[in-house]
């Protein structure tokens, strides 16, 4: 098993930034690709950036030159860099973990999540 713990939310005006960050437990080794989603009200939850053991990352059309993720295997840690946010960004930001579990199944586990509020 996974487990995660995000930090660094919290309320910033458009415009600024804020850094988040997940740190793993549990069977780090298994994990594979680490990533970040989040959900506003009322929405579906949506994938913002993910990220390889490799290093290799993928990002959404609207966070593109605006967000950076990046990964710390030895730390067990991923993190994501939010710049020039928008009010749009505004939503509940989750970490997952895609592992393989003692039956090597692919599994994800999803942190508690933290709220971003992004005032205009």
């Known amino acids: 098993q996974v487990q995660l713990v995000e930090s660094g939310g919290g309320l910033v005006q458009a415009g600024g930034s804020l850094r988040l960050s997940c740190v793993a437990s549990?069977?780090?080794?298994?994990?594979?690709?680490m990533g970040w989603y989040r959900q506003a009200p009322g929405n579906q939850r949506e994938l913002v950036a993910t990220i390889s053991r490799g290093g290799s990352t993928n990002y959404a059309d609207s966070v593109k030159g605006r967000f950076t993720i990046s990964r710390d295997n030895a730390k067990n840690t991923v993190a994501l860099q939010m710049n020039n946010l928008k009010s749009e960004d505004t939503a509940v930001y989750y970490c997952?973990?895609?592992?393989?579990?003692?039956?090597?199944?692919?599994?994800?586990?999803w942190g508690q999540g933290t709220q971003v509020t992004v005032s205009s």
């Open positions: 997952k973990a895609t592992f393989l579990d003692s039956w090597r199944r692919t599994r994800d586990s």
């Open positions: 549990g069977s780090t080794l298994s994990i594979s690709t």
